[in-house]
């Protein structure tokens, strides 16, 4: 994700080509999304077993996720050359939160226990686009960024925070000189806040949405 | 019941009204008294907490050793940043722990071979108005083979005096551990992750010398320290089984980010249960029968309901800081 970043910041730094010396604008879209299914770790419920060593026993183990939901996005950008574009979008989604509870050494039944999360994420990110040619309405690009992921759960009792990070690409599709349909494909990464198990965990997420530049 | 059994709490009454019991107000448990018609956990007023070493030595373990042993399971609990309990050892006695009522709280080794199932015992004398402890004896068994170093044959004496200062501070016992029947009676223990869990691991094993976190909650419920409320949260809800309220239900409370466990139990005809103490974070939640253990290493209430199966809560539970979960139901079925 650095190594990305990186990359992006270079692309950014170059100078834009004479043919596409437009006007600095800003861009308001809005649209939906679908976030994939998000591990956050698998852990056993352990005691310590009757050995010198006290080596671990275990009761039952968990297997925890954040399942598929949509989401709401918006999103504002500031175009700074013909091909970048920095942005920060605020999507909201009503996730559940599920742990599938399975191994029990007492045979209790697995059972997948849930609560339902309100899924806040702020990011700020650039986009890149691979082409500028204004006779084709399509045009490809390439987004990265970082944010903050904030949980609600159920109940408001406890809210967690964590660092969002993304990387993807997509297409924009001119419908006018100002409006236009975008979709791209990210994949993001929490680290910190919910997660719990080791590691950060890959999630998917597909968007449409519409935009109109002023 | 084996030599394996080795923690027998022991009740001595100043009342006859005095009924050693579950706190309703939190679990793990902490123990309680009822008082004309109150209900109070049992605990030191004052602090620190004096004790005496009795000049009693064992085979293998001298006064000195027993002391430096019984020090070290003192400091233990004392170290507990977020409880406030602390001791201080007022020298070698002539005293035995069965001279109840001298107002001095002795620990030391007596001779008991009519209890070939109890390696410890803990009697308390308190003040029947407060229900604050005025003395605390600590018996060890010295029927039984003890070892300072871990030796193979012999129990550890921190181990099980870690475990019987926890009675001497007011904790009650946890159920957080697996057992299994012996052929010629009795239970040995599989597994277990509490300091207060009523059976000892088997000879040689160490690892009650050092708390878990149900103990850490236990202790820091009952001794709070400052902040302890604004920075821990506590579970609660009801076990029910058809329609009605489960008694005495064994309530494990796991952290799915730091794999912790914390326990307690419902404690009402209502099948309600509390567990406070616990780090903020999301908990799943598994219910099951206290069978174990005999039930009345728990509770002096015969009517413990451990007719049902164990069972998982349909939701997960997100403790807050300095707060209360909502309260929700668990649901079992009849075995």
Request: charged share 15%.
């Given at each position: 994700?650095?190594?990305f970043v990186?990359v992006?910041a270079?692309?950014?730094?170059?100078?834009?080509?004479?043919d596409?010396q437009?006007?600095r604008r800003?861009e308001?879209?809005?649209?939906a999304?679908?976030?994939?299914?998000?591990g956050?770790g698998?852990?056993d419920?352990?005691l310590?077993?009757?050995?010198t060593?006290?080596s671990?026993?275990?009761l039952?183990?968990s297997?925890?996720?954040?399942?598929p939901?949509p989401?709401?996005e918006?999103?504002?950008?500031?175009?700074?050359?013909?091909r970048?574009?920095?942005?920060?979008?605020?999507g909201?989604?009503?996730?559940q939160?599920?742990?599938?509870?399975?191994?029990d050494?007492?045979?209790?039944d697995?059972?997948d226990?849930?609560s339902?999360l309100?899924e806040?994420v702020?990011d700020?990110?650039?986009?890149?686009?691979?082409?500028?040619?204004k006779?084709r309405?399509w045009?490809?690009?390439?987004?990265?960024?970082?944010g903050?992921a904030?949980?609600v759960?159920?109940?408001?009792?406890?809210?967690?925070?964590a660092?969002d990070?993304?990387?993807g690409g997509?297409l924009?599709?001119?419908?006018?000189r100002?409006?236009?349909?975008?979709?791209?494909?990210?994949v993001?990464i929490?680290?910190?806040?919910?997660a719990?198990?080791?590691?950060a965990?890959?999630r998917?997420?597909l968007?449409?949405?519409f935009f109109?530049?002023f | 019941?084996r030599?394996l059994?080795r923690?027998y709490?022991?009740?001595a009454?100043?009342s006859?009204?005095?009924?050693?019991a579950?706190?309703?107000?939190?679990a793990?448990?902490?123990?309680s008294v009822?008082?004309?018609?109150?209900?109070?956990?049992?605990k030191?007023?004052?602090?620190?907490?004096r004790?005496?070493?009795?000049n009693?030595?064992?085979?293998?373990?001298?006064a000195?050793?027993f002391?430096?042993?019984?020090?070290?399971?003192?400091?233990?609990?004392?170290?507990v940043?977020?409880?406030?309990?602390?001791?201080?050892f007022?020298?070698f006695?002539?005293a035995?722990?069965?001279?109840?009522?001298?107002?001095?709280s002795v620990?030391?080794?007596?001779?008991?071979g009519d209890l070939?199932?109890?390696?410890?015992?803990?009697?308390?004398t308190?003040?029947?108005?407060?229900g604050?402890?005025?003395?605390s004896?600590i018996?060890f068994?010295s029927?039984?083979?003890?070892?300072t170093?871990g030796?193979?044959?012999?129990?550890d004496?921190?181990s099980?005096?870690?475990?019987?200062?926890?009675?001497f501070?007011?904790?009650?016992?946890?159920?957080l551990g697996?057992t299994?029947?012996?052929?010629?009676g009795?239970?040995?223990?599989l597994?277990?992750?509490?300091v207060?869990f009523?059976i000892?691991?088997?000879r040689g094993?160490t690892?009650?010398?050092?708390?878990?976190?149900?103990?850490?909650?236990?202790?820091?419920t009952?001794?709070?320290a400052?902040d302890l409320a604004?920075?821990t949260?506590?579970?609660?809800g009801?076990?029910r089984?058809g329609g009605?309220?489960v008694f005495?239900?064994?309530?494990?409370?796991?952290n799915?980010?730091t794999?912790?466990i914390?326990?307690g139990?419902?404690?009402?005809?209502e099948?309600?249960?509390?567990?406070?103490?616990?780090?903020?974070?999301l908990y799943a939640?598994?219910v099951?029968?206290?069978?174990?253990a005999s039930t009345d290493?728990?509770?002096d209430d015969p009517?413990?309901?451990?007719?049902?199966?164990?069972?998982?809560?349909?939701?997960l539970v997100?403790?807050?800081?300095?707060?209360?979960?909502p309260?929700?139901d668990?649901t079992v079925q009849p075995k």
């Amino acid at each position: 994700m650095i190594r990305f970043v990186a990359v992006v910041a270079l692309l950014a730094a170059l100078p834009a080509s004479a043919d596409a010396q437009i006007r600095r604008r800003l861009e308001v879209g809005g649209g939906a999304s679908v976030a994939g299914s998000l591990g956050l770790g698998k852990r056993d419920a352990s005691l310590m077993s009757n050995d010198t060593a006290g080596s671990p026993y275990r009761l039952f183990s968990s297997d925890t996720r954040i399942d598929p939901a949509p989401r709401l996005e918006v999103r504002l950008g500031y175009r700074l050359s013909p091909r970048l574009t920095i942005e920060g979008t605020l999507g909201v989604a009503q996730p559940q939160l599920t742990s599938s509870l399975r191994n029990d050494v007492e045979n209790a039944d697995g059972v997948d226990s849930s609560s339902t999360l309100t899924e806040y994420v702020i990011d700020g990110g650039v986009l890149w686009r691979l082409s500028t040619n204004k006779r084709r309405r399509w045009t490809p690009f390439v987004s990265g960024g970082a944010g903050v992921a904030r949980h609600v759960h159920e109940g408001q009792t406890l809210i967690e925070s964590a660092l969002d990070t993304y990387a993807g690409g997509g297409l924009l599709y001119a419908l006018g000189r100002r409006t236009g349909l975008r979709v791209d494909g990210r994949v993001h990464i929490l680290n910190g806040g919910i997660a719990v198990g080791q590691g950060a965990s890959p999630r998917g997420v597909l968007s449409g949405s519409f935009f109109a530049a002023f | 019941m084996r030599a394996l059994q080795r923690r027998y709490l022991v009740a001595a009454l100043l009342s006859g009204a005095l009924i050693l019991a579950a706190t309703p107000a939190w679990a793990y448990l902490h123990l309680s008294v009822t008082l004309f018609g109150s209900v109070k956990s049992i605990k030191w007023a004052q602090s620190p907490v004096r004790w005496l070493s009795s000049n009693a030595s064992t085979p293998g373990v001298s006064a000195t050793a027993f002391q430096q042993a019984a020090q070290a399971a003192f400091a233990t609990w004392e170290a507990v940043p977020s409880a406030t309990v602390a001791f201080q050892f007022g020298g070698f006695t002539n005293a035995t722990p069965s001279d109840d009522g001298d107002g001095l709280s002795v620990l030391g080794f007596e001779e008991h071979g009519d209890l070939d199932r109890t390696l410890a015992a803990t009697g308390f004398t308190i003040d029947v108005v407060s229900g604050a402890i005025i003395e605390s004896d600590i018996f060890f068994n010295s029927a039984f083979a003890w070892s300072t170093s871990g030796a193979a044959n012999a129990y550890d004496l921190q181990s099980v005096a870690t475990h019987e200062i926890g009675h001497f501070i007011g904790l009650g016992h946890s159920a957080l551990g697996e057992t299994e029947l012996q052929a010629g009676g009795g239970r040995r223990v599989l597994a277990a992750s509490s300091v207060m869990f009523p059976i000892a691991f088997g000879r040689g094993i160490t690892l009650d010398r050092t708390l878990q976190p149900d103990d850490i909650a236990g202790v820091s419920t009952l001794y709070p320290a400052g902040d302890l409320a604004q920075t821990t949260g506590q579970l609660q809800g009801r076990v029910r089984l058809g329609g009605r309220g489960v008694f005495g239900a064994h309530v494990d409370a796991f952290n799915l980010r730091t794999g912790t466990i914390s326990a307690g139990f419902s404690l009402n005809g209502e099948g309600e249960f509390l567990i406070g103490g616990l780090e903020p974070g999301l908990y799943a939640v598994r219910v099951e029968p206290l069978d174990d253990a005999s039930t009345d290493s728990f509770f002096d209430d015969p009517g413990i309901d451990v007719n049902f199966k164990v069972t998982f809560a349909e939701s997960l539970v997100a403790v807050p800081k300095g707060g209360a979960a909502p309260t929700f139901d668990v649901t079992v079925q009849p075995k």
